[in-house]
């Protein structure tokens, strides 16, 4: 018994330790963060001839996207150096903000 409370303990607090890293997006703070990026994708995500469309896009494939540019996992300088300096909560928020636009 003692060792079943323990194994969901540990259980809880593995769970807890996912959900700090996958942390919700904020879409507002996401917002504040991705005006420099208007230029290629849009005011409001829907691309331009400079760069693919964003908004409704999932927010995995989004984070995703922007994990590979700053790893150079996906090649593309002008990516790396806009979302370079993003850490995985501006990712998230980011993420939320252009997966909230239609
Ligand atoms: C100088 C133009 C430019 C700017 C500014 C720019 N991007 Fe991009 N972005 C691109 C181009 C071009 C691609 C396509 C690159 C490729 O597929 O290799 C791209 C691709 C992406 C993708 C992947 C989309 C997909 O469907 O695969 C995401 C996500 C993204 N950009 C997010 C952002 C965010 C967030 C910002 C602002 C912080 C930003 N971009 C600023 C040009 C830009």
Same mark, same amino acid.
């Given at each position: 018994?003692?060792?079943?409370?323990?194994?969901?303990?540990?259980?809880?607090?593995?769970?807890?330790?996912?959900?700090?890293?996958?942390? !919700?997006?904020?879409?507002?703070?996401?917002?504040?963060?991705?005006?420099?990026? !208007?230029?290629?994708?849009? !005011?409001?995500?829907?691309?331009?001839?400079?760069?693919?469309?964003?908004?409704?896009?999932?927010?995995?494939?989004?984070? &995703?996207?922007? &994990?590979?540019?700053?790893?150079?996992?996906?090649?593309?300088?002008?990516?790396?150096?806009?979302?370079?300096?993003?850490?995985? &909560?501006?990712?998230?928020?980011?993420?939320?903000?252009?997966?909230?636009?239609?």
């Amino acid at each position: 018994m003692k060792r079943t409370l323990l194994t969901v303990g540990l259980f809880a607090m593995l769970l807890g330790a996912v959900g700090a890293v996958h942390a !919700a997006g904020d879409a507002a703070a996401g917002k504040a963060k991705a005006s420099g990026c !208007a230029g290629c994708h849009g !005011a409001n995500g829907e691309g331009t001839a400079a760069g693919p469309k964003l908004a409704g896009k999932s927010e995995t494939d989004l984070v &995703q996207a922007m &994990q590979e540019f700053k790893s150079g996992k996906r090649a593309n300088a002008a990516m790396k150096a806009f979302v370079g300096k993003f850490s995985d &909560q501006d990712m998230a928020n980011v993420a939320a903000y252009f997966a909230s636009l239609k």
